[in-house]
T-cell receptor, first 112, second 117 residues
Framework: AQSVTQLGSHVSVSEGALVLLRCNYS??????LFWYVQYPNQGLQLLLK??????LVKGINGFEAEFKKSETSFHLTKPSAHMSDAAEYFC??????????FGAGTRLTVKP | GAVVSQHPSRVICKSGTSVKIECRSL??????MFWYRQFPKQSLMLMAT?????????EQGVEKDKFLINHASLTLSTLTVTSAHPEDSSFYIC?????????????FGPGTRLLVL
């Protein structure tokens, strides 16, 4: 079975500072990994995904994530936080079985 | 890009009534659709996997007689919450997988907020 663990339910950064949201996965088969963002009362928007190609994945809005098999990690980063980045972020994993499992989520707060 | 819609976006109903939520893939065919629920400030929990033309597969702990899923066409799946109670109040989100594409190609709907009074 696949699962993901997001370390830190709440992350607060200053505007312009580095954003680092942590995600570790567990999977018995090669995983597909995702990061989604959710704004209040809205659905999920895909930021980026890893599907066994390049280990460094670039997504929308300046986000990127690096797949590290040795660390079973897929942390999300952004060099410079913007106020509009404040939202809930979910890491997710799926496999050829098709179902997607989500982490508990990390709420990102950006201080002016 | 692929678009998934949900209807209604928000519904309020009385306890004991049934509510139907539709999930549509607007510009692609979806052999498989997934239904999730999300409680406030919590993550998405997979409820069931809906396959076109066959019975849905429910996750452990999800009552199949309470959450009826129908996937009658390649573009439409419905979730009916039967005899709804206040504890069923939640945010329900569907996703659809593009037919014939790899497992990772899922697209999410905007969600339906259900409030049971």
């Amino acid at each position: 079975a696949q699962s993901v663990t997001q370390l830190g339910s709440h992350v607060s950064v200053s505007e312009g500072a580095l954003v680092l949201l942590r995600c570790n996965y567990s999977s018995s088969v090669p995983p597909y990994l995702f990061w989604y963002v959710q704004y209040p009362n809205q659905g999920l928007q895909l930021l980026l995904k890893y599907t066994s190609a390049a280990t460094l994945v670039k997504g929308i809005n300046g986000f990127e994530a690096e797949f590290k098999k040795s660390e079973t990690s897929f942390h999300l980063t952004k060099p410079s936080a913007h106020m509009s980045d404040a939202a809930e972020y979910f890491c997710a994993v799926t496999s050829s079985r098709n179902d997607m499992r989500f982490g508990a989520g990390t709420r990102l707060t950006v201080k002016p | 890009g692929a678009v998934v819609s949900q209807h209604p976006s928000r519904v309020i109903c009385k306890s004991g009534t049934s509510v139907k939520i539709e999930c549509r893939s607007l510009d692609f065919q979806a052999t498989t659709m997934f239904w999730y629920r999300q409680f406030p400030k919590q993550s998405l929990m997979l409820m069931a996997t809906s396959n076109e033309g066959s019975k849905a597969t429910y996750e452990q702990g999800v009552e199949k007689d309470k959450f009826l899923i129908n996937h009658a066409s390649l573009t439409l799946s419905t979730l009916t919450v039967t005899s709804a109670h206040p504890e069923d109040s939640s945010f329900y989100i569907c996703s659809a997988r593009v037919s014939g594409r790899a497992a990772e190609t899922q697209y999410f709907g905007p969600g339906t907020r259900l409030l049971v009074l």
